[in-house]
């Protein structure tokens, strides 16, 4: 049978202070009214049905889950005691489905991107569902096809094609956010696609190459698939490390099990991952001058800034003279940070908890 699993257990950190600790970015409506976990399942449900669906996600946000999206059986909420990074967010789901379903065909989708179509998603979606089922040796992900030489993201090295499908290519390797002068030439040599994160694949497939390469995470995952009272005593031991590099940058260099191959399917769509700030305002409508507002606000002089204001007691942001720079309002905390800088606004969250408290992180 086929599921998927939303993968909605980050805090958000570089979008703080709109995602704060009791309030993650997944559970947000930062686009529109509809939060980025309710478009996540929005767009796979129509493919598997309610019932198949599963969110693995802090256990401290399990009751938002249950809120948001009531349609959801209870046991398919998985909720992570602490953050061990995505191999463990994509490995005991993997074991606790495989204990149920032998044969299950399982997609991980994560719970902070927009994207449109959605039924070209879902399009790609199927196909990754038939190319895992058709071969046991295949780990499939997802490649979008760049609109621009973007440093933000991570890239896939697209080889050829596989044979009986069209939009599914074998991935030769993995590639970090390179900078802007490899970024241009990844696009312009149409061999390299956004890497979205995203995963297809048999349940037995991808435990077993964790039994090869990461055998304490394929140990202690399937000790709790057996034992799911051990949570709290499991699941902060097992070894925090992400999918890509554990599983499937080897998994293409031929470091899994014997056969086993790294295969993407090309994602022609509108690809946005909300990661921070940068990549929130460009969903937000933008003035004659460049500025990315939400909110009341009032500028002058001030050109490509992100202007946010999620105040309700009539307060105004007003900006005068600044360019290339984040202004954020949001209940008891102001942020104001160069564009250049967000990716740093997560170590000021650390700096917030520490002399400030939670009430400020």
């Not at 994602?267 to 990661?275: C, S, Y």
């Not at 360019?323 to 967000?342: E, W």
Request: with cysteine; glycine share 8%; net charge negative.
């Amino acid at each position: 049978m086929r599921y998927v699993v939303i993968m909605a257990g980050g805090s958000g950190k570089r979008l703080w202070p709109l995602s704060r600790q009791g309030t993650p970015k997944q559970m947000l409506p930062l686009v529109g009214d509809t939060s980025l976990l309710r478009m996540a399942f929005d767009r796979v449900v129509d493919v598997v049905g309610a019932d198949h669906v599963w969110v693995c996600t802090g256990a401290a946000y399990a009751d938002t889950v249950r809120a948001e999206l009531p349609e959801l059986p209870e046991a398919n909420i998985l909720g992570e005691p602490v953050g061990r990074d995505s191999l463990n967010a994509v490995a005991w789901p993997a074991a606790v489905l495989a204990a149920q379903d032998p044969d299950a065909v399982v997609a991980m989708v994560t719970a902070d991107q927009i994207m449109q179509p959605v039924e070209a998603f879902q399009d790609a979606l199927r196909t990754g569902f038939e190319v895992a089922e058709a071969d046991a040796t295949a780990l499939v992900t997802f490649g979008v096809v760049p609109n621009t030489p973007h440093t933000g993201y991570g890239y896939l090295h697209r080889g050829a094609g596989v044979e009986g499908q069209t939009e599914v290519f074998e991935v030769l390797e993995f590639k970090e956010k390179p900078d802007r002068a490899t970024a241009e030439s990844y696009v312009s040599s149409g061999e390299y696609w956004w890497n979205a994160g995203m995963f297809v694949w048999r349940a037995t497939t991808l435990l077993a190459q964790l039994e090869v390469l990461v055998p304490e995470c394929h140990a202690g995952v399937l000790e709790l698939a057996a034992e799911p009272d051990k949570l709290e005593e499991i699941f902060p031991t097992l070894p925090r490390i992400s999918v890509d590099y554990a599983i499937m940058e080897p998994a293409s260099q031929g470091r899994g099990t014997q056969g086993t191959h790294v295969v993407a399917v090309r994602l022609p769509i509108t690809w946005h991952d909300v990661g921070g700030f940068p990549s929130l305002a460009e969903h937000l409508p933008r003035d004659a001058d460049g500025n990315a507002v939400e909110g009341e606000s009032l500028l002058l002089d001030a050109r490509d800034n992100l202007v946010i204001n999620k105040t309700d007691d009539g307060s105004v942001i007003a900006v005068l003279g600044m360019t290339d720079t984040i202004v954020v309002r949001s209940g008891n905390v102001t942020l104001v940070c160069p564009v250049d800088q967000a990716e740093r606004i997560k170590e000021l969250v650390g700096k917030a908890s520490e002399e400030l408290g939670s009430a400020y992180a």
